[in-house]
């Protein structure tokens, strides 16, 4: 045990408790502000005389105040210093809805109003830089060219998709040209597009493709609703399982980096299976793609990010997808397709029959954005800060709630998966009923099944939250339990 005068208050560490360093001193700070012994305007020490008065690294310090930066608590001034923020958050967290019982308007426990309380992983559009953001608005639409206005560039931006090729090479180690690139309006546009494509030169009589079950509810619908028939891949420990061959299917659409829902990211073997398996199609005369959805693979916490499949199939049959809207807002509907040289005429003929859905306007702005190097500076502060998120979610689950969920960590990703154990006795339905009483909106598991017998759990995204919001939503978890218990007379 050590503790050190700080500012007039005491910091104590406990070098042997489970809870990291840095959230001890966040979480120290963070209730000498809420009782006002830290007030509004007062400075604090540098990160580094922080470290040296605590006995701990510099990392430790600068994490402690990048965490309660991030939440709102501090304010960050360039050559002055580090200062008590004068908007504190906790004022805002006290207009949280009451956990008394309440409907939703609707009587559905899928109630998504802003005022409820949700695990969301989506991008913390609170800590955007959008002053920059509006640099590059500006800038991209000084000299806008006539093209960009007239709306005839169907397959994107030149300056983006060459931006794209650059960003894959240095962050993902993937060498494309721009012609290879064509720009989306994000995921779901992308994968339609390209099974638009696939399915013209297609020489089989009907087609279906294999989707990882569980996977994204509204990709199965899209896939389906245009009229292919889904062929359900099990998802183990070392991720989507390999077929022995194929039979009839056009293509596999596979999350390898991080697989959706369940977070797995693919072994080396199994990817090597997936290859091996395309290959071997092809050279039998059987045309078959794999179409790698590249989901919130930025967001890696430990290691580096494994390398697409694209570089890897020497036989040019794997198509990459990626999105910027998880990353910086979801309003952006700007994403990419990286396509084979010998599949990308192919892709832009039918883009250009469908008609374009990536949003123009907002191209040069991105183009700027990824250029100048505000997107890797970006995206570097919220992988420190959603790790931390992550951190403190997971010492929440596994500290209060272990005895009901079985709890996976993560390396990567903006969410994490809490099975429910058998022993429990309960859906996630009916957690996500007794939730919708008690404000909170929850994303059930079994709902991203589109067969079989579904597993029972939740996702609980920590990305767009704040420490305190994710303390308040592991409280309501609490009751949400207790009061499904109640409901089914189940026993605690």
Not at 51 to 73: F, K, P, W
Not at 103 to 121: A, E, I, K, V
Not at 388 to 410: C, K, N, V
């Amino acid at each position: 045990m050590s503790s050190t005068s700080f500012s007039s208050v005491t910091i104590s560490l406990d070098l042997d408790d489970q809870v990291p360093v840095y959230l001890q001193i966040a979480r120290q700070i963070r209730a000498l502000i809420e009782q006002e012994r830290l007030r509004p305007g007062d400075r604090l020490p540098s990160s580094r005389q922080l470290a040296q008065d605590l006995g701990v690294s510099r990392t430790t310090s600068s994490n402690s105040y990048d965490l309660l930066t991030s939440e709102g608590y501090l304010l960050g001034i360039p050559k002055k210093g580090v200062f008590i923020a004068h908007r504190l958050p906790s004022l805002m967290l006290e207009q949280l809805p009451s956990t008394t019982t309440r409907t939703s308007p609707d009587n559905s426990y899928d109630n998504t109003d802003d005022n409820w309380l949700r695990f969301d992983s989506g991008a913390d559009v609170s800590l955007f830089p959008h002053r920059i953001w509006r640099r590059c608005l500006q800038q991209g639409w000084r000299d806008p060219p006539r093209e960009l206005l007239e709306g005839t560039m169907k397959s994107g931006l030149p300056a983006l998709r060459q931006a794209v090729a650059d960003y894959l090479h240095a962050m993902r180690g993937l060498s494309v040209k721009p012609d290879q690139v064509i720009i989306t309006a994000g995921n779901r546009d992308a994968i339609s597009l390209l099974l638009s494509a696939l399915k013209r030169i297609s020489t089989k009589a009907s087609s279906s493709v294999w989707l990882e079950n569980p996977c994204y509810p509204a990709l199965a619908e899209s896939v389906s609703s245009m009229g292919v028939q889904l062929d359900a891949l099990a998802v183990d420990a070392e991720g989507a399982v390999c077929p022995t061959g194929v039979s009839g299917q056009l293509a596999a659409i596979l999350t390898p980096s991080r697989q959706y829902p369940l977070g797995v990211a693919m072994s080396a073997r199994r990817r090597q299976e997936w290859l091996d398996l395309c290959s071997q199609s092809n050279q039998t005369g059987q045309p078959f793609w794999l179409i790698e959805d590249d989901y919130d693979s930025e967001f890696i916490y430990q290691g580096r990010a494994q390398a697409p499949l694209m570089k890897a199939d020497t036989q040019q049959h794997t198509l990459l997808v990626g999105s910027f809207s998880k990353i910086l807002f979801r309003s952006l509907r700007i994403g990419y397709i990286v396509a084979p040289d010998q599949l990308a005429p192919h892709l832009l003929s039918s883009q250009h029959a469908l008609g374009s859905m990536a949003s123009l306007p907002l191209q040069p702005a991105l183009a700027a954005f990824l250029t100048h190097g505000y997107f890797a500076t970006h995206l570097r502060r919220m992988r420190r800060v959603y790790q931390q998120r992550r951190d403190h979610l997971l010492h929440l689950l596994q500290s209060e709630l272990a005895d009901q969920f079985q709890i996976t960590s993560t390396h990567t990703g903006m969410h994490l998966v809490a099975l429910l154990k058998p022993e429990s006795g309960l859906t996630d339905e009916q957690l996500a009923r007794a939730a919708s009483e008690l404000g909170l909106t929850l994303n059930r598991l079994s709902s991203h099944y589109f067969t079989g017998k579904p597993q029972q759990g939740l996702l609980l995204g920590f990305s767009a939250l704040s420490e305190p919001y994710l303390n308040e939503g592991i409280e309501r978890l609490h009751q949400v339990l207790k009061r499904a218990r109640e409901t089914l007379s189940v026993p605690s």
